[in-house]
């Protein structure tokens, strides 16, 4: 089935360890977008890409970086993760000059 | 760049009751106005939108209104059941081959049985 897929769902590491969270679409959508998503419900754009070899920064400073190197694939990835890292991670994705995104289901992560 | 601002911040109702959510925004080149719903532990999902050339979509029991002239939109949840209870967001865009959604900070509604 076409969809967006995130994994790790929940993760749990100590301080300083690097990471990376995985997101790929089968929908053969051009854009993808990661936000940030505390318990106080909003969400925070850090990064998105509009195409293979483009990315670009969020409204929300973040420590992480990504890459797009595959139309369906968009990793984030922590270099050292820390406390205030801990949080729930989404990915999405959206296709051609409008419309709405389809969202993965999450990465609950947990920095201890 | 896009502001969207989203009243109220939660809101709680009798189950059967009606529940209005309003946002508004402030380029007024965005066309696009989609509503999403998530609810506890998932994912959102898009559960109705509107684009700018529309003044009112309805579908089942929700309806979207959107007041270009005054730049604001509003989702309207009738005959409220308990499975409605959820955080909605709505978001505006301008479209175009590099678009992206400029979120509301969600509401959180609850329904009560």
């Known amino acids: 089935e076409a969809d967006i897929y995130q994994t790790p769902r929940y993760l749990v590491i100590g301080t300083g360890k690097k990471i990376t969270l995985e997101c790929s679409q089968t929908?053969?959508?051009?854009?993808m977008y990661w936000y940030q998503q505390d318990p106080g419900m909003e969400l925070h754009l850090i990064h998105y890409?509009?195409?293979?070899?483009?990315?670009e920064k969020g409204d929300l400073s973040s420590e992480s970086t990504v890459s797009r190197i595959r139309t369906e694939h968009f990793p984030l990835t922590l270099e050292s993760a820390r406390p205030s890292h801990t949080s729930q991670y989404l990915c999405?994705?959206?296709?051609?000059?409008?419309?709405?995104?389809?969202f993965g289901s999450g990465t609950r992560l947990t920095v201890v | 760049g896009e502001n969207v601002e989203q009243h109220p911040s939660t809101l709680s109702v009798q189950e059967g009751d009606s529940a209005v959510i309003k946002c508004t925004y402030s380029d007024s080149a965005s066309n696009y106005f989609p509503w999403y719903k998530q609810e506890l532990g998932k994912r959102p999902q898009l559960i109705i939108d509107?684009?700018?050339?529309?003044g009112e979509k309805k579908d089942q029991r929700i309806a979207v209104t959107l007041n270009k002239t005054a730049k604001h939109f509003s989702l309207h949840i009738t005959e409220t059941q308990p499975e409605d209870s959820a955080v909605y967001f709505c978001a505006a865009s301008k479209g175009g081959s590099n678009y992206k959604l400029t979120f509301g900070k969600g509401t959180l509604l609850t329904v009560n049985p």
């Open positions: 509107i684009r700018s050339n529309v």
């Open positions: 929908m053969g959508h051009d854009k």
């Open positions: 999405a994705s959206g296709h051609g000059t409008q419309g709405g995104y389809t």
């Open positions: 890409s509009y195409g293979v070899n483009s990315t």
